[in-house]
């Protein structure tokens, strides 16, 4: 049996056998994805030239769970021709971004296509602050970045964020009102 990096391995070296003839010159990959959910997953992208040129746009194919199908015991080869099929389906996707983006849109198209996961609340206002002091450490290095190229604007915003309830501030100042 396969390790995941001996199965990621394996389908780049192979998938090509699996695909139409314009394939033979691709561009295989797999890259870790971080999902919005925290969650990491290694994702393979498969590229023509042609894609690259004409949309720039290629379905990424999470082999997480297709892995654990190889773990439980499906053929090896039956694995490959899913890729395979999966990819080739992203051929019958229209050239156009505008009209993918259209038939994301459509539910009758995606419902079918979703997954849901639910984390625990607290978990979520984990993963947001992590998100906040993401894009917040963005713009303190793009403040850093404008007083370098202008040093006559100074920096002002503090290193680090901080987080404060609604609940705790209201403690805090029980005087104020909303509208303050």
Do not use: C
Not at 137 to 142: D, E, G, I, N, S
């Amino acid at each position: 049996m396969l390790s995941f990096k001996e199965f990621q391995g394996y389908v780049m070296d192979h998938i090509r056998e699996y695909l139409p003839e314009e394939y033979a010159n691709a561009e295989v990959s797999v890259r870790t994805v971080q999902k919005l959910n925290g969650v990491t997953l290694q994702g393979l992208e498969i590229w023509t030239p042609e894609m690259k040129q004409g949309t720039g746009v290629t379905p990424t194919i999470y082999l997480n769970g297709i892995y654990e199908n190889y773990e439980n015991g499906v053929d090896l080869e039956v694995i490959m021709e899913h890729i395979g099929n999966l990819e080739r389906q992203s051929m019958d996707l229209p050239e156009d971004v505008a009209e993918i983006k259209e038939m994301y849109k459509d539910v009758n198209y995606v419902k079918d296509r979703l997954i849901v996961s639910l984390i625990s609340a607290e978990r979520n206002v984990d993963f947001l602050k992590e998100i906040v002091r993401r894009i917040y450490a963005a713009m303190v290095r793009t403040e850093y970045l404008v007083y370098e190229m202008f040093p006559e604007i100074r920096p002002t915003l503090p290193q680090q964020i901080h987080f404060i309830h609604s609940e705790d501030l209201l403690q805090k100042y029980p005087t104020f009102t909303p509208k303050w």
